[in-house]
């Protein structure tokens, strides 16, 4: 075991035990039930990563014994047709799940169409209404990303009570909804943005440093507190000059991970948590709708 091997938040390893626990318990209820759970992925247009993230959903799906509703759009679809696809999976009894791969193409407002997915099927998240229950501390469905970060850092028994987190990035996707997790387990939350003036000195205070901007390498040493737990939530390709490409975080990994406690890597951190989320988030769904 090399030196940094103990400090490494593995995800995938804790997406696999979270996927092996759904399915048993899938394969206990299905006969039951008389169904397994059904995900529905709506992907608009040709975005290749949007193409790579459906198919990884498809799969882990298929994998724990999930049905799968995807649906592959084309990328002219009008905003009325699309919330019409949306109306039917809300009606369909065999669906317990609907997420919208995001980004959509310019011309169809995101926003007015996750409002239209019922907020008992929203495994996302991201409906007003689950935010709400977030913000309450009442039981509901949360945010992918958040919740697996959540997940992560109980797996490997981080406390949180008392500790200072400072949590980069205020999209409502990541940054807003952990800040509120973290609040939740008691943690004092900054959030810090891209008009957070003395950046540095502000994530140098931090036990438990969230980096979720989408800025490639944006963290280095010099900002982290040493023993400090470091979460990226950052996934940026970027590329070299033979034009080979290769996935990043927001983190500069080598450096920060000789003086952080913990750190997650890119990828295999942040990422597989997403999707092991989601898929709970469904089974959360299937179980409310059958009293399980």
Same mark, same amino acid.
């Given at each position: 075991m090399n030196q940094n091997q103990h400090r490494i938040l593995d995800g995938k390893a804790l997406s696999r035990?979270?996927?092996?626990?759904?399915?048993?318990?899938?394969?206990?209820?299905?006969?039951?039930?008389?169904?397994?759970?059904?995900?529905?992925?709506?992907?608009?247009?040709?975005?290749?990563?949007?193409?790579?993230?459906?198919?990884?959903?498809?799969?882990?799906?298929?994998?724990?014994?999930?049905?799968?509703?995807?649906?592959?759009?084309?990328g002219n679809i009008t905003q009325e047709a699309?919330?019409?696809?949306?109306?039917?999976?809300?009606?369909?009894?065999?669906?317990?799940?609907?997420?919208?791969?995001?980004?959509?193409?310019?011309?169809?407002?995101?926003?007015?169409?996750?409002?239209? &997915?019922?907020?008992?099927? @929203?495994?996302? /998240?991201?409906?007003? =209404?689950?935010?709400?229950?977030?913000?309450? !501390?009442?039981?509901?469905?949360?945010?992918?990303?958040?919740?697996?970060?959540?997940?992560?850092?109980?797996?490997?028994n981080i406390a949180l009570e008392g500790k200072k987190a400072v949590v980069i990035g205020r999209s409502i996707l990541v940054g807003k909804p952990l800040g509120l997790m973290l609040l939740e387990k008691n943690a004092t939350v900054t959030m810090a943005h891209s008009r957070t003036q003395n950046l540095a000195e502000v994530c140098q205070e931090a036990d438990i440093l969230v980096a979720a901007v989408g800025k490639p390498k944006l963290i280095t040493d010099s900002m982290v507190k040493p023993g400090a737990v470091v979460i990226?939530?950052? &996934?940026?390709?970027?590329? @070299?000059?033979? /034009?080979?490409?290769? =996935?990043?975080?927001?983190?500069?990994?080598? !450096?920060?991970?000789?003086?952080?406690?913990?750190?997650t890597p890119v990828p295999g951190g942040v990422g597989p948590m997403t999707v092991a989320m989601l898929l709970s988030n469904t089974y959360w769904s299937y179980c409310q709708k059958f009293g399980l």
């Open positions: 035990k979270i996927q092996n626990h759904l399915q048993e318990k899938i394969a206990e209820f299905h006969p039951k039930i008389g169904r397994p759970p059904g995900l529905a992925v709506l992907m608009v247009g040709d975005n290749p990563a949007s193409a790579v993230y459906v198919r990884n959903k498809e799969k882990a799906c298929q994998r724990i014994g999930m049905a799968s509703f995807g649906k592959h759009l084309p699309l919330a019409a696809e949306i109306a039917a999976l809300n009606d369909d009894n065999n669906v317990d799940g609907i997420l919208i791969q995001l980004p959509l193409p310019k011309h169809l407002d995101a926003v007015t169409l996750l409002h239209q &997915i019922d907020p008992d099927k @929203d495994a996302d /998240g991201l409906h007003p =209404l689950n935010l709400g229950k977030l913000v309450r !501390s009442e039981p509901g469905l949360r945010s992918c990303t958040p919740a697996g970060v959540m997940k992560l850092l109980a797996e490997y990226d939530v950052g &996934i940026n390709r970027i590329s @070299d000059q033979e /034009g080979n490409s290769r =996935l990043v975080g927001d983190v500069e990994f080598d !450096s920060v991970s000789k003086i952080a406690s913990y750190i």
